[in-house]
Nanobody, 122 residues
Framework: QVQLVESGGGLVQAGGSLRLSCAAS????????MGWYRQAPGKEREFVAA????????YYADSVKGRFTISRDNAKNTVYLEMKSLKPEDTAVYYC???????????????WGQGTQVTVSS
C-alpha cells in the first residue's frame, strides 16, 4: 500500500505559477514511477506528467509541455509539479499517482491522492 497526499493548490491569476507537492508513505517510494493527472469539472481525468523511479523517463501531455516540470526527491518521498504560465484551462483538481512504466508508457496502479484544487482566473 502507498498513501499519497497532495498539497500546494490554490487560486492564481492567468500567467502565474504554482508548485504542487505529493508526499508518499507506505511502501518504498523509489519502487514506483509517479504521475500527475487532473480532472476538470464535467471532464474525464487526464494525464499531465510522469517520471520514472530514478528521475528519468519524463513525459508530459502536449497541453503542458514547456510550462510544467515534474521532479522527485526520493530522499523526501515527494514528487513535485512546477506549473508556470498557467491558463484558465489548467483549472482542475490535480491528483498524483504511483505507477510503473511499460514499453515507455506510464501505467497507473490504483494508488491515488485525494487531489488538490488549482483554479486559474482570467
Amino acid at each position: 500500500q502507498v498513501q499519497l497526499v497532495e498539497s500546494g493548490g490554490g487560486l492564481v491569476q492567468a500567467g502565474g505559477s504554482l508548485r504542487l507537492s505529493c508526499a508518499a508513505s507506505g511502501r518504498p517510494f523509489s519502487m514506483y514511477a509517479m504521475g500527475w493527472y487532473r480532472q476538470a469539472p464535467g471532464k474525464e481525468r487526464e494525464f499531465v506528467a510522469a517520471i520514472n523511479w530514478n528521475g528519468g523517463g519524463i513525459y508530459y501531455a502536449d497541453s503542458v509541455k514547456g510550462r510544467f516540470t515534474i521532479s522527485r526527491d526520493n530522499a523526501k518521498n515527494t514528487v513535485y509539479l512546477e506549473m508556470k504560465s498557467l491558463k484558465p484551462e489548467d483549472t482542475a483538481v490535480y491528483y498524483c499517482n504511483a505507477g510503473y512504466y511499460k514499453d515507455s508508457s506510464y501505467q497507473t496502479y490504483d494508488y491515488w491522492g485525494q487531489g488538490t484544487q488549482v483554479t486559474v482566473s482570467s
